[in-house]
């Protein structure tokens, strides 16, 4: 690997970071301008512009013929979001989930990763799948905007609105749209010089582009969402460290794999061993989410460093993996044998404490 290709890597991550802030910062802005309540710019606009990076990188490794890096980038920044992002972000101090996240969004997201593997079933996620899961993340973001309608929306202060004139208020709006576009432009550029040194380092390293595509390429891409919510935690906005990962995992299924397979001429073709291993883990991950957060509606700072924990095994499967190493059948029993089961039961716990707690009270006789 040379340092030409490192750098072009790093340029790329960083040209997304920026373009991805950028695109945030001109829509949240613009949808304030226009009204839109806070709650719908957090499920929508935040979320979404923090996943610009995997849309940007996945349609561009479409178009490109690089379908591994594709897909690998969806499931792999899924299992960096929940697992790494939210366990950092919990090691830091104990999030709060909000009951919606439980009730709606979680199962959404469980409910997305489920259909994507039943699509892939036939070895490809065609157009046809493509424009389903797109359509998917539509019909959200019209809920999601419905059900926003019926909120009080905050009013904007008087003197505010007096001050700002009609030209001032076009001016921004103009910065705003300006911000958006200069941007996707950003994150456009970084996507491919990110996607390119990408398949350079596989290529050099040895290592299966589907490796470097759930490890190293979902985690660039996923910077964004890491920042984000860990300087939520850090501030003590814990919903929005929360609801931040789970929109992005939803938007990552539905829109970024939608995109990614309506572009590509042929769909996205389903390596097996995604089908055989890295779908159901999103998979099982995502499940595992209710009871841990259902359990008071908040993750617990131990529970945090298990999620760390889980992602570093995760990892250095894939390592071990994609190496042929020796020591992977070991591990791989060592993980079925033990490690599993114990976290089977451990969430089994957890639920049933859950369901005791919030089961009624027998009322005293008068």
């Known amino acids: 690997m040379t ?45 979404f512009g923090t ?14 013929g690089e379908p591994d890096i594709a897909l690998g980038n969806v499931l792999g920044s899924n299992l960096f979001n929940i697992l790494f992002i939210l366990g950092l972000s919990a090691a830091i101090t104990p999030l709060v ?82 911000m958006i576009v200069v941007g996707l432009a950003t994150l456009m550029l970084g996507s491919r010089w990110l996607v390119t040194s990408a398949v350079s380092m596989a290529e050099a390293l040895g290592v299966s582009k589907l490796v470097i595509a759930l490890t190293i390429v979902a985690a660039g891409t996923s910077l964004p969402e890491v920042a984000t919510s860990v300087l939520a935690s850090i501030r003590g906005e814990r919903d929005l460290a929360v609801g ?67 992602y570093a095994g995760y990892t250095l499967y894939l390592i071990l993996d994609s190496a042929s190493h020796d020591a992977l059948p070991a591990y791989s029993a060592m993980m079925g044998l033990f490690v599993i089961p114990l976290t089977l039961v451990t969430l089994l716990v957890l639920s049933v404490r859950a369901l005791k707690n919030k089961a009624p009270t027998p009322s005293q006789p008068t």
């Open 97 to 178: 989930v909000a009951q919606q996240l439980v009730r709606l969004d979680i199962p959404l997201v469980i409910g997305a990763s489920v259909l994507l593997l039943v699509m892939a079933t036939d070895g490809s996620i065609g157009r046809i799948d493509g424009i389903i899961l797109t359509g998917g993340i539509v019909g959200y973001c019209v809920f999601v905007l419905r059900t926003s309608a019926h909120q009080p929306q905050p009013a904007p202060s008087a003197p505010a609105a007096e001050s700002a004139g009609q030209s001032t208020r076009i001016k921004q709006r103009l910065l705003n749209v300006g």
């Open 51 to 64: 996943s610009a990076p995997e849309l940007a990188v996945s349609v561009q490794a479409s178009t490109a």
């Open 244 to 310: 931040n990962v789970v929109g992005s995992c939803l938007f990552n299924i539905l829109a970024i794999t939608g995109l990614s397979s309506i572009v590509a001429s042929n769909g996205i073709p389903v390596a097996p061993a995604v089908l055989r291993f890295d779908l159901p883990v999103v998979i099982a991950v995502s499940v595992a989410c209710l009871p841990i957060f259902f359990t008071g509606y908040r993750i617990a700072r131990w529970e945090g460093f298990l999620f760390l924990a889980y």
């Open 3 to 47: 340092p030409a290709t490192l750098i072009l890597f790093v340029v790329g991550a960083v040209l997304l970071i920026a373009g991805a802030d950028l695109l945030v910062r001109g829509a949240s802005r613009l949808a304030t301008a226009l009204g839109i309540s806070p709650l719908v710019i957090g499920l929508t606009v935040v979320a």
